[in-house]
């Protein structure tokens, strides 16, 4: 028999607390019919600090000195991590395409190339473009950074590690496939060409003093992440991704997603096979705190 898991109750005015310390922290929103995932999710937790309730807990999460550890530990429960290789082709398309052919150009002078994936979890989004830009032999010897980050460790250890099963490649082409992993039972392990481009770092994208030290970026990608995050953290993460792409950069962002109602700072560029969010060439760096009407609804709309 097995023992059912015991789950501590969640009042209402808690899990307010509870969430919106969570939403500060990371940006990600618990709407009130997340309660019960809450509830489930965390009560084991609960117990094993040996606490009596989710307020006891709460107060942990504000004062203990090991807070950090612990929203660490709530991130990884509850966050979603799913990706894989290829994910929406089109934008790849054009990113293939039409924009590493543009930076070819525009970047011949220094040859070199920064691409941000933001919200990277296993890495097969950083390593995705590493082989779209080895498949252009025209950037050889150029000097190639793609930088994947994400706010969970535990996803870094595998994005690092860069060994995978079947089900990260469900729209892969054999090809790829075949060039860049080594096969070794049921496993699928990165080769050395591709992984030698990308590194990752663990980075909160609400965290905008770690942010400046990622520096300036051709191209960022931030596909499937920010649906999870309430308007004014996708504010914040959206000023932050203006700051740090170069003038006319490109922001890529997943196709459920849009920048709509959150920022008029960039254009949006029509490519072949999909559109693009563009930082316009000259635009000046804009502050949040002193405010813009750029960012809609900023400090100071
Ligand atoms: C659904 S995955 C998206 C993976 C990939 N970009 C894709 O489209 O396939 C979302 C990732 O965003 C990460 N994430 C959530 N909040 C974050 C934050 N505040 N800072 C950095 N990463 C975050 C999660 O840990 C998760 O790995």
Known sequence: MFETEKIIPLTDDVFRLLRDSIKDYCGIYFDDNSKYLLEKRLSKRVRSHS????????????????KGEEFAFIVDVLTVNETYFFREMNQLRTLSEEILPELKDKNR?????????AGCS????????????????????????????????????????GVYRKNSFR?????????????????????DNAKRFVNFSCLNLLDPFKIKFVGNMDVILCRNVLIYFDLDSRKK???????????????????????MNISTAFTLKHFKNDMVYQKPQGTAAISLSEN?????????V
């Open 237 to 259: 993460v959206i000023h932050s991704f203006h700051e740090r792409l170069v003038d006319g950069g490109y922001l890529l962002m997943g196709h459920a997603e849009s920048i």
């Open 51 to 66: 606490l009596e309730d989710f307020r006891d807990y709460y107060r942990l999460l504000l004062y203990d000195k090991k």
């Open 109 to 117: 002078g220094a040859r070199k190339i920064r691409i941000w994936s």
């Open 292 to 300: 813009s009407a750029k960012f809609v609804g900023g400090n100071k």
């Open 171 to 191: 729209t892969t082409d054999e090809y790829f496939m075949k060039k860049y992993f080594t096969k070794e039972d049921n496993l699928y392990i990165i080769n």
């Open 122 to 161: 296993t890495g097969e989004e950083p390593y995705t473009i590493a082989m779209l830009i080895l498949e252009h032999g025209y950037f050889l010897g150029w000097d190639i950074e793609i930088l994947g980050s994400d706010i969970n460790q535990r996803v870094l250890q595998y994005a690092r590690r």
